[in-house]
Each structure stands twice: as C-alpha cells, then as structure tokens.
C-alpha cells in the first residue's frame, strides 16, 4: 500500500494506474510530473455528487495546476474555473473551458485583464477593493457593458492553517471586511456600470477542520441577508476553496462531508453556490518523479542529490511542507536515515527530511501529493529548465508538456549592442 489510491505496489513495483514509473520514467526522463486521470476525474465527481440537487457551479482554481490538458479535462467534466490572472484565463479558453463558467478572484486585477475579461463575457469578478471597484465600473463603462461582480468579503475568521496559506484574517490583503463590504453594497447606484450578482469569500488553504469554513458561510450569510433587504439581487454565494488533503498523517473531512457541511448550512437560502476547489482536486493526482543522482555520506548526515529540486517543487522550501517519498522499486533491506536534496546553491533545497530509505545511485523515487502547487509554482532557478508533465489514463500514458529546454530559456534574452 503507497496510502495513495491511485499509486498501487505490485510485487514491490510502484504503478500509476497500470503503468509502471519505471517505465515513465525510463520514456519521458526525470525529473518528470505525473498525474493519475482517473484520481483527478474521481475528485471532481466526489465534488459534483456531494452537490446532488443543489444549483451549484465548481469552479477549479487554475493556480493549483495549470495545465491545458488538465484545464481540458475538467472542463470535459462539466467544471467552471476560478483564474487570478489574463494569463490563466488564456488558459482556460485555449482548453475549451467555458467563461460562462469562469470566475476572476485576485487582489490586483490589471485594466488589461478586466477589459480582456469583459471582452470574453466571464461569469463573475470577485472583486477584492473599493479601488478595483472603481476601475472595473470605468473600464465596464468605457467597452459600453455591465460587469457582473461579486465582493469578496474578508471573515476575519482563523483558518488554523500555515500563515502563508491564510487569507480570511483582517491583517491579510484578501478581501474587503464585512461592514465595508455592505457599505459597498449599499451604494451600487455609485457603480452603474457594476451588476452585484454575487458573495465571496475564500479563507485559506489546506484547512483541515470544518469549524471555520462554516463561520465563514456563516458571516457571508447575514451579509446576504443585509444586501438583500436593501434591494439587491444576489443569484450566487461563492464559497471559496481551501479544502485539505492528507500529506502525512492530517485527516480533513472528506469532499463529501465538506460538501454536504456546505449545502447543510446555506439550505436556508436558494442562490446558486459555488466553490473553488484547487488542491483537493489535484494534489494528491500527481507526483513528482525524480532519480537519485549521488549518495553522498558525511559524518554529520546523509544526502541523496536527486535531479528534482526547490525550482521544481517548491513546496518544501516555501512552507516547509511535507511530501512522503516513497521508493519506485521497494526492497527489504536495511535503510538509512536521507536528506533527500535537490542540485540547486541553495541550503532551502529539500524535498524531504530525515527518510528512512534504502538507496543506491540511480534508484527512482515518488514525491508524493504533488499534483497541486508543484508545477505551477516551478521556476527556472538555477537555469533549470523545467519538467516534463504526464497524463496516465489507465495503460495509456500521455504526454501533456514537453520537457522545456535550454534554449526557451536563454533565447529571448538579447547581449548589448
Ligand atoms: C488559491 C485559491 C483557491 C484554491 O485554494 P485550494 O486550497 O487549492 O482549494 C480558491 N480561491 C481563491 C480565491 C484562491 O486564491
């Protein structure tokens, strides 16, 4: 047993699906990212069921992993998407995913990116300032069209998360706080150019307790209450994303138990909900396949310099994250307490601590839990260029990006006349 439903040993082998990683690694090289179709699809229909009857909308935060091939496939199932930039929105259409069902959160909005956004005809901005309100109804005014907008509204409630990860705090940049918020509301004839459809919060990631994504919706739903009785309509309740998942021994609730947390408390109200799941749909879908490069054994420790690092996985450097990595080819013999390091200058570039491992020069190993923030949070450090991406959908692998090169690099760099 890998712990992970997707990544099975088979005579102490480790397979994605039916695939061996020897083989995807032996096809594509290291170091490679390679995500499980049938753990992301089961994820998003967990989402999808837990709703039964509810008018819903999952919108997939494209942050968490960005690849079109994974945008397409969501799509495919039916999901909407939550973008925080043009870019991501380009996206999102280049993968046949649907504006309709796309909404725009972030607290920097450019022009630009609202007048491409309007141009396309998104579902919603959640807007996250009284200044970005005031740019939004300009630009809306200027291309003659009515942006349709949703405050997002900061709780002040704890997340009880890592504090890079918590954005529901009054000291956090998310959001605009509640009385300000119906402060906002109340004026909208200020804002003709704005149609306030909507609600919104998002509180953090990788929440592990229910508790504080209910006092959220609790705070968003007397909100409604307010806005409603002076006189808006308000056809949606965006509820955020920022369900956990289990990287080492964390136990969040289910998907169907957060879901249902959800419907059970909004059943009061018959708006449209909607949530913007990233990591809980993904994270533990991909990993991150890299292979030994040197052992190395001093008196003080043991490292294992493998070929994946910090510029790859950014994880464990950023937050001190926890990645379990497991041996591709699993033996019984005795291990040795590993620094598993990456090949960047940097003393940061870790992707795990303390392993227990039995290793030789040359062995594969399985970073787990990666298929959230790993590769879209990659970076070219060190002038690394970066990792191949795989989709295995049973015994069929595909390739779903190249493995960049040096020259995409350096090329659109220029020397001095
Ligand atoms: C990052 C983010 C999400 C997704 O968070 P997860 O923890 O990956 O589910 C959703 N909404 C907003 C606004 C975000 O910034």
Do not use: W
Request: charged share 20%.
């Amino acid at each position: 047993m890998s712990g992970f439903p997707e990544f099975i040993y088979r005579n102490d082998e480790l397979f994605i699906e039916s695939v061996p990683l020897k083989q995807i690694a032996e096809k594509f090289g290291t170091p490679c990212y390679v995500y499980s179709r049938n753990a992301l699809t089961q994820a998003y229909q967990e989402f999808d069921s837990a709703f039964a009857d509810r008018n819903h909308l999952i919108c997939y935060a494209v942050k968490a992993n960005s690849n079109i091939a994974i945008l397409n496939l969501l799509a495919r199932l039916g999901s909407g998407f939550d973008i925080v930039s043009g870019g991501e929105l380009q996206r999102v259409i280049r993968a046949g995913g649907d504006p309709h069902k796309t909404v725009f959160s972030g607290v920097g909005k450019t022009i630009d990116e609202m007048k491409m956004a309007l141009d396309i005809g998104i579902l919603c901005f959640n807007v996250e300032s009284e200044a970005e309100l005031v740019a939004l109804n300009h630009v809306a005014n200027s291309m003659g069209k009515i942006a349709p907008v949703s405050l997002r509204v900061n709780p002040d409630v704890d997340a009880k998360t890592h504090p890079y990860i918590s954005t529901g705090l009054k000291e956090n940049k998310f959001g605009v706080p509640s009385d300000e918020a119906m402060r906002i509301y109340q004026s909208a004839h200020a804002y003709p150019h704005v149609r306030f459809s909507g609600l919104d919060c998002h509180i953090g990631s990788q929440l592990t307790e229910l508790t504080p994504f209910m006092q959220a919706s609790n705070k968003l739903l007397d909100l409604l209450n307010t806005v409603q009785s002076a006189g808006l309509t308000i056809t949606h309740l965006d509820l955020g994303g920022g369900l956990g998942i289990r990287y080492r021994n964390e136990s969040p609730p289910s998907i169907k138990e957060y879901v249902s947390a959800l419907c059970a408390s909004t059943q009061s109200v018959s708006q449209r909900l909607l949530i913007e799941p990233g990591r809980s749909l993904i994270g533990n879908a991909g990993i991150l396949l890299t292979r030994v490069g040197y052992l190395k054994h001093t008196p003080a420790r043991n490292f294992a310099i493998v070929d994946a690092a910090m510029n790859d996985l950014m994880r464990p450097a950023l937050y001190d994250a926890y990645h379990d990595i497991l041996p591709v080819i699993k033996d019984m013999q005795a291990t040795t307490n590993y620094q598993i390091v990456g090949p960047v200058c940097e003393t940061g570039d870790f992707l795990g601590h303390d392993r227990n491992l039995h290793l030789a020069q040359g062995d594969l190993l399985a970073v787990m839990s990666a298929g959230a923030y790993g590769m879209s949070m990659s970076s070219n450090y060190n002038t690394r260029p970066r990792a191949a991406e795989v989709m295995v959908d049973g015994s069929i692998t595909h390739l779903i990006r190249r493995r960049e090169t040096t020259e995409q690099l350096i090329g659109s760099e220029c020397l001095l006349p």
